[in-house]
């Protein structure tokens, strides 16, 4: 399987099928923003004019799109599905509705297709070092046919069970990260504001009990992590219009599972408010600014 289609390639879409053009793969691309076609042709990306040509010839057909919306308009809108060869693994790791990747995988079974949802964490980083985790659902069989596709842009795949259940996987992850972002931004402002210096203190929460991913990897104090985006302005990452979208989709979940969630409620709070206040294109560390 070394002919790859890939569609939607932006933040997170672009690196990945760099890091599959790096493994010997050709890839093919297509992306609704002019600009990112244009960074694709620079990138040995092969540019198609549009969806269908490029889920044209090829052995496995990656989708990497911003919502439900996108992935229902691709799908359905544009008969993509009508339209693969049934020999095309199609591999698709946007995050959306559980209920809506059933549906979608429902729909490929009927028409013999072979369909995978493979939503991924990790962040831009991640996806530039290849070191993303994936979290797939669908059948035993697929899913070990998508292993050496996936291991060329990830370290962590776990399959989670059947169809939809990666979208689950990833959801529960996601109000998780907005969680502890918060709390690690609402530490750290009281700590600052109480005299402390945020790397000292960020050291010692970090070896200590309170240590967590956002605190380690990802501080959302400027400053503290010269390659975080706190550091570059809030600029690139995880925007927060995406954390938003999952978590209101986290909130459906929890609603359907009759699930109590008043963490994840408070942290979507927060959300709302970086978005109302105009800052729904900075990364998601950004919730450090609601406690200056």
Known sequence: ???????????????????????????????????MLKQASENNIM???????????????????????????????????????????????????????????????????????APVSGGVKGAEEAGLTFMVGGSVENVEKAKPILSKMGK????????????????????LLAIHMSGTAEALSMGVKSGLDPSVLSEIMSKSSGGNWSLDKYNPYPGVMTESPASKDYQGGFLNKL????????????????????????????????????????DFSSVQKLFK
Not at 1 to 26: D, H, R, T, V
Not at 244 to 256: G, H, S, T, V
Not at 257 to 273: F, H, I, N, Q
Request: hydrophobic share 40%; glycine share 8%; charged share 25%.
């Open 243 to 282: 954390m938003i979208k999952d978590l209101n989709l986290a909130k459906e979940l929890a609603q359907d599972s009759k699930t109590e969630t008043p963490m994840g409620d408070s942290a979507r709070k927060l959300y709302d408010e970086l978005i109302e206040q105009g800052l729904e294109d900075l």
């Open 47 to 117: 540019v198609c004019s549009d969806a269908l040509q490029a889920s044209k010839e090829i052995d496995v057909l990656i989708t990497m799109l911003p919502n439900g919306e996108a992935v229902s308009s691709v799908f359905n809108s544009e008969s993509l599905l009508e339209n693969i060869d049934p020999s095309v693994l199609i591999i698709e790791c946007s995050t959306i509705n559980p209920k809506t990747s059933k549906e979608l995988s429902l729909k490929a079974l009927s028409l013999n297709l072979e369909m995978i949802d």
């Open 156 to 175: 962590n795949i776990f399959h989670a069970g059947d169809s939809g259940s990666g979208q689950i996987a990833k959801l529960c992850n996601n109000m």
């Open 1 to 35: 399987m070394e002919k790859i289609g890939f569609i939607g390639l932006g933040n997170m879409g672009m690196p990945m099928a760099q890091n599959l053009i790096s493994n010997g793969m050709k890839v093919k691309g297509f992306d609704v923003s002019e600009e």
